[in-house]
C-alpha cells in the first residue's frame, strides 16, 4: 500500500542518520573516558543511549499518529494467528540454539575467553558489575523494541516507498549493519545479517513483536556472556548452580 509522504518523513529519517553518524564520534569518547577509569562511564553511555532511541522511537510513532497512517505499515498492527506462530516459532528456535552455545561456552571458559577476545572494539561496551548488568538489561530491551521499530518498521517502510520491497529490504539491513561501525568494521556484516534475520522474523510475522522480543534477547545474552568472562566479581561464575541455567 502506496502511502503520501509528509515533510517529517524526510526529517526523521536525516535525524536517524545524523544519530547514526554521531556515534562515531560519542563512542570514541566512551572508550577513553573508559580507558581513563573515569566513574560511571558505562552507565552514562547506557543512559545516553536508552534516551536516544526512544526519543527516536517516539518520532516515529508520533508521525504515524498526526499522518494517521495504519499501523500495519509499521508492521505494528494486527496479524494472522498462523503467522504470529511462525515469527515466534523462529524466535524460538534461535532461543533453543543460543541457549545450546551458552551452555558449550560456559562448560570451556577458555572458548569464551576467545570469544570475548572476537569481540575487540565492543568489549568494552559489555557489563562488569551487578549495576551495569542491569543498566545493560534496560539497553538491551530499549534497542529490541526501538531499533526494530525504526529499522523493520520506519526505515523499511520509508525505503520501500523509494526503492520497491527489495530495495527497501537491502536499504534497511545494509543501515543497520552501518549503525554498527562504531563498534569497528567486521561487526558490520555480522550484525547485517543478524538484521536480516530480524527482518525475516518480523516480515513472516506481519508483526514486529517478535523481532522485538528476538532482538532483545540477543543483546540480553550477550551482555549475560560479557558479565560472566569480564566481571572481577568471582560470583559472576557461581552465582547459578551450573551451565545449563537459563540467562537473567
Known amino acids: 500500500m502506496h502511502l503520501p509522504f509528509v515533510i517529517w518523513d524526510h526529517v526523521l529519517f536525516i535525524v536517524l542518520a545524523i544519530a547514526i553518524a554521531l556515534t562515531h564520534w560519542e563512542y570514541p569518547r566512551f572508550l577513553r573516558a573508559e580507558a581513563a577509569r573515569t566513574p560511571g ?23 504515524w499518529i498526526t499522518a494517521r497512517r495504519p499501523w500495519g505499515a509499521l508492521l505494528l498492527g494486527g496479524s494472522a494467528p498462523w503467522r504470529l506462530v511462525i515469527g515466534f516459532g523462529l524466535v524460538g528456535a534461535y532461543l533453543w540454539l543460543a541457549l545450546v552455545q551458552r551452555r558449550a561456552l560456559l562448560a570451556r571458559p577458555e572458548r569464551l575467553a576467545r570469544l570475548m577476545k572476537v569481540l575487540g ?18 539497553l538491551s530491551i530499549t534497542a529490541g523494541i526501538c531499533e526494530e521499530l525504526l529499522f523493520r518498521g520506519f526505515v523499511l517502510w520509508y525505503a520501500t516507498m523509494w526503492t520497491g520491497p527489495i530495495g ?58 560479557g558479565y560472566r568472562a569480564l566481571a572481577g566479581d568471582s560470583s559472576a561464575t557461581t552465582e547459578e548452580s551450573g551451565p545449563a541455567s537459563a540467562s537473567a
Request: aromatic share 10%; proline share 6%; hydrophobic share 55%.
Open 41 to 63: 562511564a558505562r552507565p552514562r553511555y547506557y543512559a545516553v543511549e536508552i534516551v536516544s532511541l526512544w526519543l527516536l522511537a517516539a518520532g516515529a510513532i508520533a508521525l
Open 121 to 138: 572494539n565492543a568489549q568494552p561496551l559489555l557489563p562488569r558489575t551487578r549495576g551495569e548488568r542491569g543498566g545493560f538489561a534496560a
Open 168 to 225: 527497501g529490504f537491502l536499504i534497511s539491513s545494509a543501515l543497520f549493519g552501518l549503525m554498527h561501525l562504531y563498534l569497528g568494521a567486521p561487526h558490520v556484516p555480522r550484525t547485517t545479517i543478524i538484521g536480516i534475520f530480524f527482518y525475516v522474523v518480523a516480515v513472516s510475522a506481519g508483526s514486529l513483536l517478535p523481532a522485538m522480543l528476538c532482538h532483545a534477547l540477543v543483546d540480553l545474552l550477550s551482555g549475560d556472556l
